[in-house]
Structure formats: C-alpha cells, structure tokens
C-alpha cells in the first residue's frame, strides 16, 4: 500500500505541474494555486484517495516558457514535503507546449484550445509506460483537470481541483506540509 501511495503522490505532482499551464499570462508573472488531487477507479466510482498540491507557476519570457514548483506532502507523517519542477516550452508559435519533469518521470505536450488558453488537452508519457490523457479548464475560481492514467499499474481517474490563492496563502499550505521541528 505503502508503495501506491507514493506512486500516487509522484503522479499528482507530475499533473498538477502541467494543470497549473493553463492559467498563462502574456506578460509574465507568477501564479499561485492550492487543492486536492484525487484519485479514483477508472470509471470514478472507487475513490483511491487525495492529496493536497500546492503549485508556483513562474511564466517566462513572454509566456514561452513556464517553470512549475509543485509541493505535496511526504509519504509519511514525519517526511519532508515532496517538491517537483515541471517545464513547459511553446513549441514555435503554435498552442502546443512540450511538458517534462526535472527528475524525468514524464514528457508530452499540453495543447490549448484557444489563444487565451484557458481549456486544454494532455498527452503525456510517462517513464514507466503508461500515458495520461485528458483536459482541463481556467476559471474565475481556478483550475479544474481530469485525466485517465494508463498502461502497467494501476490505471486511474485523477481529478484536480486548484484554487488561485495569493502568495502568502501558498507559503503557509506549502510550510503546512512541513513535518514537525525535530521530526526531519
């Protein structure tokens, strides 16, 4: 069980990173976003279980690139935050951007719908072969995702749902994962 639940927690990081992607600005900027990552059967009757994601979104140079920092809790009570930086590229000047994680557990694209990028679709690999396939939307209220895992393991239904907080919101749930002094 223990090795699901890190399983999990790798996948909800390495999506949540590639969700936050919708919510560009032209100019730049960064952006905050805090929630739940769920994981359910693949037809979403079974619930798996949750987590809670806190994500960066830094947007560079004029919205080509995106430099994601996604926090989540460790696997147990007493173990460090996990933390994982996923990069987005616009690929020419087209609404397709290639994904990939710096500790390389995923690559694929992210294509938008629309110029002002607020609905997408995901094809992404993963290491260990399997795929997640899906869409995702920008609100008012924030962003919303859901993609099917598949391939070897467990094949899944992940929903996200990320809230835009300020940056001082994110500091605090991103210190909340944090296990207690002592315990590290």
Known sequence: METFKVGLI???????????????????????????VSFFSPDGKLPYGKTDSAVKREVLESGARIIETVTQPGSGHSMRPKEYVTELKRLKKTLVYSASDAGGTFTGTLTFKDRELKAWTYDIKL??????KGFGALS?????????????????????????????????????????????
């Open 10 to 36: 790798i996948i909800a990081a390495a999506l949540s990173a590639c969700a936050g992607a919708a919510a560009l600005k032209a100019a730049g900027g960064t952006s905050y976003y805090y929630g739940q």
């Open 140 to 184: 008012a209220d924030g962003i919303k995702t859901e993609k099917q895992l598949s391939g070897p393991g467990r094949p899944m239904l992940i929903k996200e749902d990320l809230k835009t907080v300020p940056d001082r919101e994110y500091k605090m749930r991103a210190n909340e994962m944090r296990p207690p002094g002592g315990a590290e």
């Open 127 to 132: 290491k260990t072969g399997g795929e997640i």
